[in-house]
C-alpha cells in the first residue's frame, strides 16, 4: 500500500475542487448558492494537516529514539545549555514551554534529576517523592497559567506512548476544552 503525503493529498482535493468549481459554473443557472456550496467537497483545514505531520513527525521520533540512558535535550535545558522558556522551577522540578505546543498552554515539566527515571515505566519505589514532586508542580504551572479549572497532565511511556525524549517529562496542556479520548 503506497503512502501519500498530507500535501499530495491537499492537492488532490484542491484539484477535485477546481473541477468541480469549474462545472458549477458551467451549470449555475441550475444551482443556488447554498447548493454549490454543498456541491464541494470537505477539504482539510491546514490546521488538521498541520496536526496531522506533526502527530506523524512525533511518532516518528519516538520511534527513532532509545532509552540508552546518556544525556538528553532536557539535561542541556536544565544545564542552561540550550535557552527555554522557563514557567516554573524549584530546586528539584523544572518546567518550561513546550516548543511544539498541542494546545495554547503546554507546558513540560522534568525532574532536574534523573536517577534512572527515562520513563515511567522505570518508577522504582526510591522515586516516589519526585512523582509527587511533579505532580505539584504541574498543578503550579497550571495555576500560573490561569489553566487550573482545566488542564490535563500527560506522561507519554516508551515508543509505543510517543515518548521521544528519554527524561521522564509531564505534559501540561490546557487553554482549549480538551477531548475524550485522548490520542
Same mark, same amino acid.
Given at each position: 500500500?503506497?503512502?501519500t503525503s498530507?500535501?499530495?493529498l491537499?492537492?488532490r482535493n484542491l484539484?477535485?475542487?477546481?473541477r468541480?468549481?469549474?462545472?458549477?459554473?458551467?451549470n449555475?443557472?441550475?444551482f443556488?448558492?447554498?447548493?454549490?456550496?454543498?456541491a464541494l467537497?470537505r477539504?482539510?483545514s491546514?490546521?488538521s494537516?498541520?496536526?496531522?505531520?506533526?502527530?506523524?513527525n512525533?511518532?516518528?521520533a519516538?520511534?527513532a529514539?532509545?532509552?540508552?540512558g546518556?544525556?538528553?535535550?532536557?539535561?542541556?535545558i536544565i544545564?542552561k545549555?540550550i535557552p527555554?522558556?522557563?514557567v516554573y522551577?524549584?530546586? @528539584?522540578?523544572?518546567?518550561?514551554?513546550d516548543i511544539?505546543?498541542q494546545a495554547p498552554v %503546554? =507546558? &513540560?515539566?522534568?525532574?532536574?534529576l534523573?536517577d534512572g527515571?527515562?520513563?515511567?515505566?522505570?518508577?522504582e519505589p526510591r522515586h516516589i517523592?519526585?512523582?509527587?514532586q511533579?505532580?505539584?508542580a504541574s498543578?503550579i504551572?497550571?495555576?500560573?497559567?490561569?489553566i487550573?479549572?482545566?488542564?490535563?497532565?500527560?506522561?507519554n @511511556?516508551?515508543?509505543?506512548?510517543?515518548?521521544s525524549v528519554y527524561?521522564?517529562?509531564? %505534559? =501540561? &496542556?490546557?487553554?482549549r476544552q480538551?477531548?475524550?479520548?485522548?490520542?
Amino acid at each position: 500500500m503506497a503512502v501519500t503525503s498530507s500535501s499530495t493529498l491537499l492537492l488532490r482535493n484542491l484539484s477535485t475542487v477546481g473541477r468541480i468549481a469549474q462545472s458549477v459554473r458551467a451549470n449555475s443557472r441550475i444551482f443556488s448558492t447554498g447548493e454549490m456550496i454543498r456541491a464541494l467537497p470537505r477539504i482539510a483545514s491546514p490546521r488538521s494537516i498541520s496536526s496531522t505531520r506533526a502527530a506523524h513527525n512525533e511518532e516518528a521520533a519516538a520511534k527513532a529514539a532509545s532509552d540508552t540512558g546518556a544525556p538528553t535535550i532536557f539535561d542541556k535545558i536544565i544545564a542552561k545549555e540550550i535557552p527555554s522558556d522557563i514557567v516554573y522551577e524549584d530546586e @528539584n522540578v523544572l518546567a518550561f514551554r513546550d516548543i511544539n505546543p498541542q494546545a495554547p498552554v %503546554h =507546558v &513540560l515539566v522534568i525532574p532536574k534529576l534523573r536517577d534512572g527515571l527515562t520513563t515511567l515505566g522505570k518508577a522504582e519505589p526510591r522515586h516516589i517523592e519526585v512523582l509527587g514532586q511533579l505532580l505539584h508542580a504541574s498543578k503550579i504551572v497550571a495555576e500560573k497559567e490561569g489553566i487550573v479549572d482545566g488542564f490535563r497532565v500527560v506522561i507519554n @511511556n516508551g515508543a509505543e506512548g510517543c515518548q521521544s525524549v528519554y527524561h521522564l517529562h509531564l %505534559h =501540561v &496542556l490546557g487553554g482549549r476544552q480538551m477531548k475524550w479520548p485522548p490520542g
